[in-house]
């Protein structure tokens, strides 16, 4: 093992994350969905915005944009896929009756709060272990991960020609 005085050398952590993060992703994905959301075909996207308005309350479609990092377009297509079975509700914004606020829809909140709760209770677990300058090395490095895929992604010739 080559590790370095205060931890893992590059070419170790590296190997180790490799191993570590499709079990992340698998046991994340077995979750269990609550019965009142099975059936509406879900995607990560879809947990990414539930999650938004869960935790930061009703937004307009350009705020659910930010926040999720992606097109107007495309939180406006996910709205639009989640509010025909009801599980969103749009409602004009009582300060500009032109804009509408995006919200869960009542009848929804608890199973979706359910859902969420299996890996926010993870995290809590995990980030209560950590001092502060820890999680935010956490946080950082995830983030810095994000974005070097993306780069990775953007770099990659054309295969499907």
Do not use: C
């Not at 309350?57 to 639009?80: C, D, H």
Request: zero cysteines; charged letters at 25%; glycine letters at 4%.
């Amino acid at each position: 093992m080559s590790t370095e005085p205060d931890g893992p050398a590059v070419d170790e952590a590296v190997r180790a994350l490799l191993l570590l993060m499709p079990r992340l992703v698998g046991r994340a994905k077995r979750l269990p969905v609550p019965p009142a959301l099975q059936g509406f075909d879900l995607a990560p996207r879809h947990l990414a915005l539930l999650a938004h308005l869960e935790y930061d309350g009703p937004a307009s479609v350009n705020e659910l944009a930010a926040r999720l990092e992606v097109a107007p377009t495309t939180v406006s297509l996910m709205v639009s896929e989640l509010s025909r079975p009801g599980v969103l509700e749009r409602t004009a914004d009582p300060a500009d009756r032109r804009r509408r606020i995006v919200a869960i829809a009542p009848d929804y909140a608890a199973p979706i709060s359910q859902w969420l709760s299996g890996s926010a209770s993870a995290w809590e677990r995990v980030m209560r272990d950590l001092v502060p300058a820890e999680r935010a090395t956490v946080l950082k490095a995830l983030r810095a991960y994000e974005t070097a895929l993306e780069q990775s992604i953007g770099e990659r010739p054309d295969t499907e020609s």
